[in-house]
Structures are given as structure tokens and as C-alpha cells.
């Protein structure tokens, strides 16, 4: 059985009973409606409520791949690689340049095809202090949005290092969570260290995406 390229074997879980199953001859798996499907490189579960079917695919020694903290660290610095390239863009280009490099990374790195996300960004506040919506995201980096006014675009205020300090992970499967600090250094090395929570969830297509994001300042006592 072919899933997105990927060869696979098959765990079912069929009435309480558990055992290896070769679905070599499966030759289309719409006749499974899944309920919810995922795939990353060597990854695809499947899981089928009505049925109680399981598929799992396992890696070359047959063991569930399942996600690290090298893949959370990946997703970590792709997004202040983002925040950097939404800088450089403005520098170099201006607003309209900036905000489109912005929507093309809020839709590679955040969760909103799935859903509202748990955004609460650094500088927010009142009614807008949430941005569960990819519009609020956008205006919160690049401002420029009547409806946001108070948003000047954090993600033009000239970024060229991002670094993140990690206090805990959590990993479960196709969730991570990451707390820690996050520093930015901007173009006249004047840094702006926050606090930060991400959380991930691993989408269909296969990538780390951001379903809740928590900012804030550090503590002044």
C-alpha cells in the first residue's frame, strides 16, 4: 500500500485484539474513510472510529516514528528565521514587500487552515489582545490593518538574530510544547528578550505547525 510515496505496514486494533497486518494488497485506501489522516516523511497514522482501525507506519527497525526535540528546535528556528526574513524584506522592499513575505510565513509555520490559534502576542492588549485569526496574526507583525490600530508590526522593527533558550519540552506523539525565553537582537544590537510558549501540532501535509503561541515581557519586580 502506497500512502503520499510511502510503503507502510499496518497495526490493527480491531475488536481489542492486536496484530500485524500486511496491507500490500490494499489498493485504495478511500474504501477505509478515515476520519483523520497524517503523513511526515517515514509517518502515517490513520485512524477509523466507526471500524476501530489503527494503522501506524513504523520506521526501518519497526518501531513508531514518533516526534524529537531535534524536530521542535527545527520548528523553533524557522520561526525567527521567519521573523528575520520579514525584517529583511521590509528594510529592503518596504511594507508591501514585508507583508507579503509575513502572510506566506504565518501560513507555513501557523496552524490557521486547521483552526483557531492560540496566538496572545507580546504587544497586544484590550480587544485585540488574542489573534486567533490569520488577520490579527498578520497585523500584529506587520500592522498596517484599520481594524488593528494600535499594531505597529513587531516583525519590522529590524530583526537580524533570533536565538531561544529552552527551559521544558513535552512531546506526545504529533504534540509538542516548548517554554522558554526567546532574545531578538535588532540592526543597532539593541536586544528585546520574552517570555515564551509555543505549542505545535502535527498537520496532514506533514509539518510542525504553531496552534498556540504565548508571549510576554519578563517580570519587573
Known sequence: MTIEGCDIDALICLNDKKQFFDLGGLENKRQFDANYIRSVDKFFVS??????????????????????EDDLANALSAWGEGMIS??????????????????????????????????????????????????????????????YPDDSGFAIK????????????????????????????????RVTKVDKSFGYKLCEEGHLKIVLHHSSLPYQN
Open 47 to 68: 485512524w477509523i472510529s466507526d471500524d476501530a482501525i489503527f494503522f501506524q507506519l513504523k520506521d526501518n527497525r519497526g518501531s513508531p516514528v514518533s516526534l524529537t
Open 86 to 147: 520579514i525584517s529583511s524584506a521590509y528594510r529592503q522592499g518596504g511594507y508591501k514587500d514585508a507583508r507579503h513575505v509575513a502572510k506566506k510565513i504565518i501560513g507555513d509555520l501557523y496552524g490557521y487552515s486547521m483552526g483557531s490559534v492560540l496566538f496572545k502576542p507580546t504587544l497586544s492588549g484590550g480587544a485585540h489582545t488574542f489573534r486567533t485569526s490569520e488577520e490579527g496574526a498578520l497585523s500584529y507583525f506587520v500592522g498596517g490593518d484599520p481594524s
Open 158 to 189: 529590524g530583526w537580524r538574530q533570533v536565538v531561544s533558550d529552552t527551559k521544558a519540552v513535552f512531546l506526545d506523539e504529533n504534540i509538542a510544547l516548548w517554554m522558554g525565553w526567546v532574545t531578538l537582537v535588532d540592526m543597532n544590537g
